[in-house]
């Protein structure tokens, strides 16, 4: 049960569950980042081939879109501390199967086997982890806890890249994939110290568990009834077409355009994950003061812009920021949109209404990372850029034309939703809809 706002409660970072676990997912970030750098350098490596990095990038993320069909059912039937556990273990084992197998040579086929089957987990580890948040905190403290989350995993990111730059230029990208192995057992062993509190009980809204392809299909329903989110799922659904691959691309243009090593990857990644701080720092105050939509829609026409900029920016402090503005940018549409699907989404539905939104909208990324890589082989960086900027330009100016620009302020609490056949349904004058 959420407590009024002006309860007497200590500071969220006081908070000795909370705290336990934003700092476990924070080290585990940071081993995240080892491995954002060194797969595609490991590709990059054995190939030479940018295609050959969008197409493991592709693969990866259908698995990642396959397993989000029903790890939002996986979550709303077993407990979720549970899961992210077996998640982290999963991806433990199978990454640390990574330096090994490299001591005999290059094994790019192993990639093609490991990296999906971590993507499932982990999309199983995600949709989970935003469902835990509602059990971690009170319900008005919701952005302000994904803000402090987003934030310190990208302050732990910074610090990532770099180290990882580092690690790969002088003992290869292998052994960085081995540092975010044992990141993963870090993040497991700080979920068992914790407990999630209860989700409140459902009462009439409880029904009987049906298949599992119907029971994501209730999400599914849901997610398409409610205007906002419909909305948010069709804009973004184009907006992962068009940056699926943008790490891929930006990685290429440093090492083969600019003349970076290894070192200067990371660097860039390093330095450009500040902006995510910024993002996740500044998404509260300025959602409080702009509204939903105002913020959601600006943050993605800057995100245009500066995608445009990477492609035909000459030099790697440009790029830098360049990357700066737009991850910070993704940040705070990001948690935006996070943070409204968990207020206005019955506890009982949100981890099938996340997995709905989040392979829905991801359905395409792993086209769109093929099409975006061999563009630019095929036509240059500077050409493929400009063409995704212009894309989310108009993904931007879809939103003003939608529900989503008369998204209101911080949404109140909603009254009880009717229940039918097992879907939340909001009641018309809800003000996500207003």
Do not use: K
Request: glycine letters at 10%.
């Amino acid at each position: 049960m959420s407590r009024p706002a002006g309860a007497d409660r200590p500071p969220l970072w006081r908070d000795r569950t909370f705290g336990t676990y934003w700092v476990a997912q924070s080290l585990s970030a940071a081993g995240d980042s080892f491995a954002y750098l060194a797969v595609p350098l490991l590709v990059l490596q054995a190939t030479g081939s940018v295609a050959q990095m969008g197409l493991l990038t592709a693969v990866a993320g259908a698995a990642s879109v396959a397993a989000g069909i029903f790890g939002g059912v996986l979550v709303d039937r077993y407990d979720r501390r549970t899961l992210m556990i077996a998640a982290d273990l999963t991806r433990l084992v199978l990454y640390g199967l990574v330096p090994l197998a490299w001591l005999a040579g290059p094994q790019v086929w192993l990639l093609f086997v490991v990296l999906p089957i971590c993507e499932a987990a982990g999309m199983v580890f995600q949709v989970a982890a935003v469902t835990a948040v509602r059990n971690l905190v009170d319900r008005d403290r919701l952005t302000e806890a994904n803000g402090r989350l987003q934030a310190t995993y990208a302050a732990a990111a910074v610090l990532g890249p770099l180290l990882a730059g580092v690690v790969s230029a002088r003992f290869g990208p292998s052994t960085a994939i081995a540092v975010n192995a044992a990141s993963f057992a870090l993040s497991a062993a700080g979920l068992w110290m914790i407990r999630l509190r209860p989700a409140p009980a459902a009462g009439a809204a409880t029904v009987a568990r049906e298949r599992p392809l119907a029971e994501f299909l209730a999400g599914a329903r849901f997610l398409w009834r409610q205007p906002v989110l419909r909305a948010l799922t069709i804009l973004l659904s184009v907006f992962i077409f068009l940056t699926y691959g943008f790490v891929d691309v930006l990685i290429y243009h440093v090492t083969h355009d600019l003349g970076g090593s290894e070192g200067t990857v990371g660097t860039v990644l390093g330095l450009a994950a500040l902006g995510t701080v910024a993002g996740a720092l500044l998404v509260a105050p300025l959602r409080r003061r702009r509204g939903f939509g105002a913020t959601w829609i600006g943050a993605h026409a800057v995100c245009g812009f500066a995608v445009a900029g990477v492609g035909i920016a000459t030099s790697v402090p440009a790029v830098t920021a360049l990357t700066a503005v737009y991850l910070c940018c993704l940040s705070v549409g990001g948690i935006c949109s996070m943070s409204l699907r968990q207020e206005i989404t019955p506890d009982h539905l949100l981890g099938r209404v996340t997995s709905a939104f989040w392979s829905t909208h991801y359905a395409l990324g792993p086209a769109g990372a093929v099409v975006l890589t061999w563009a630019a082989a095929r036509f240059g960086v500077a050409a493929v850029t400009l063409a995704a900027g212009a894309g989310c330009l108009l993904v931007a100016v879809g939103g003003l034309f939608s529900p989503v620009r008369r998204a209101g302020y911080e949404p109140r609490r909603p009254p009880a939703a009717v229940v039918r056949g097992g879907v939340g349904q909001p009641p018309a004058d809800h003000p996500s809809t207003a």
